[in-house]
């Protein structure tokens, strides 16, 4: 009972088209952001960032790029009670003040990615310029390090892009 309650607390705090979404993953119905569009009637970036949204929040998450309930426990309690579900009375929250913290925190959350970035970029250039100045006798420590910075980048990157592809800085093509 404890753990329902907090469920349907958490639940009652989610916006209509959060629950929609929710509620579509667990269905089956909708695996990726393509079939779970067309149910739910919002443009596709507004969509995306919602997923986002509810992904960060750990009610979603995703498996070989498709979308899961987040924990078993939460698609336990969405499986059990599906009609009473739909029936809950809507959150507090405006549609309008949530899409506004979701853009905020996707907004940060972006700027913090960058700075990370250009901070693992400063590194590498320090770490080539050892190996400029080494040549032959560049520090192995030095090669590994390098490696490692250029696998931070390419994850950061990758982070970056999926936040929100708006976000993301321009690609320039580097083998990392």
């Known amino acids: 009972p404890t753990l329902r309650g907090f469920f349907n607390h958490d639940f009652n705090a989610l916006t209509p088209s959060e629950r929609a979404v929710l509620l579509a993953v667990q269905s089956g119905e909708a695996t990726d952001e393509a079939t779970l569009a067309p149910g739910i009637a919002e443009p ?53 003040a ?4 979701l853009s905020r925190q996707q907004e940060e959350e972006g700027d913090f990615l960058r700075v990370r970035l250009n901070n693992r970029r400063a590194r590498l250039l320090q770490l080539e ?20 910075v250029e696998g931070e980048i390419r994850r950061l990157r990758r982070l970056l892009d999926n936040l929100n592809p708006a976000c993301a800085p321009p690609r320039v093509e580097t083998p990392y």
Not at 47 to 73: C, D, M, P, Q, V
Not at 98 to 101: G, H, K
Not at 134 to 147: I, R
């Open 98 to 101: 949530v899409r506004l913290t």
């Open 129 to 148: 310029a050892i190996r400029a100045r080494k040549l032959l006798k560049t520090p192995n420590a030095t090669l590994v390090e390098m490696t490692q």
């Open 44 to 96: 596709a970036a507004e969509l995306h960032r919602r997923i986002y949204g509810l992904e960060t929040l750990g009610y979603l998450r995703r498996n070989h790029n498709r979308l899961a309930i987040g924990s078993r426990f939460l698609a336990n309690y969405l499986t059990l009670r599906p009609e009473s579900l739909s029936r809950m009375p809507g959150s507090r929250a405006s549609e309008d």
